[in-house]
């Protein structure tokens, strides 16, 4: 094995897709066709990457693994994963992590989504996620009980939004929760405290930049492919191709921006 004080990995893509279906209007960029997302993942299995869940990912990375890899996800627990995503990945010999929003499943549109809510169809049922739990390669992951920024949470429902959602999934589909993913991407010190107190030993944010061994297991950053990036377009992102200025001032901006949400949270609005 690998000394963990000397890495012989340097870098980690990870993509985030939501839906495997074609949206138009503003939330046509969280939407990925069937067709397109099987381009995109033979075009990186043919850059000769291993497509793996995140978990997947970071254990082989600790075990000493050199070889290439780009971590696969998806948000939210559309049903059109099970009938549309599944079997892309499948026919790409990819592995993906998948984030179930628990206190949403089952029951209907995404409706932290407002009037887009029935944009990207019907949340998955318990029994498709159980479904999904079988398929090999593929691991369940927690997005959180509501979708709901957690860092504008007193400390007591932040606990509570991570502690539920982790114990209904392993409780229900009777396996290890390792993963979570932060809802709209936020987190703070607090919030990855309460994931990792909870069970989880790792979690990703959105971020529009590779993960190095130097950055928090606890924060994770993703790509997000859209329907617009080719096969080539998908690779030349996850090997570096693009500016890192607009990841590092999203970055600096994070503490003002908590504190917008916070006050705004306190008047009875929510802001994403």
Same mark, same amino acid.
């Given at each position: ?34 067709? %397109? ?121 932040? %606990? ?17 929760? %390792? ?42 950053? %993703? ?50």
């Amino acid at each position: 094995m690998t000394d963990s004080a000397t890495p012989a990995w340097t870098t980690l893509p990870a993509l985030m897709y939501h839906s495997v279906s074609t949206v138009g209007g503003p939330l046509g960029d969280l939407a990925v066709p069937p067709e %397109r997302l099987a381009e995109q993942l033979h075009a990186l299995t043919a850059a000769g990457y291993r497509l793996v869940g995140l978990t997947e990912a970071l254990d082989r990375l600790s075990m000493g693994s050199t070889e290439k890899m780009v971590a696969v996800t998806f948000d939210d627990g559309y049903r059109d994963f099970v009938t549309a995503g599944v079997p892309v990945l499948q026919a790409a010999g990819a592995g993906a992590t998948l984030y179930a929003s628990v206190g949403h499943l089952g029951g209907g549109h995404a409706n932290w989504l407002g009037e887009w809510a029935p944009a990207f169809g019907p949340m998955m049922s318990w029994e498709e996620l159980a479904e999904v739990a079988t398929v090999p390669g593929l691991e369940i992951g927690n997005h959180s009980l509501i979708h709901h920024p957690l860092d504008v949470l007193a400390p007591g429902e932040l %606990r509570d939004q991570v502690v539920s959602s982790h114990d209904q999934l392993e409780q229900r589909l009777q396996l290890k929760v %390792r993963s979570f993913a932060y809802p709209h991407g936020y987190n703070s010190r607090l919030v990855r405290d309460a994931v990792a107190a909870s069970g989880h030993d790792n979690a990703t944010e959105v971020g529009y930049r590779v993960h190095t061994p130097s950055e928090h297991r606890f924060a994770v950053p %993703r790509f997000q492919p859209t329907p617009d990036h080719s096969g080539a377009d998908l690779v030349a992102l996850v090997e570096g191709a693009g500016s890192q200025l607009v990841p590092q001032l999203k970055r600096l901006a994070q503490p003002g921006w908590r504190m917008v949400r916070k006050m705004a949270r306190k008047a009875g609005r929510n802001l994403t």
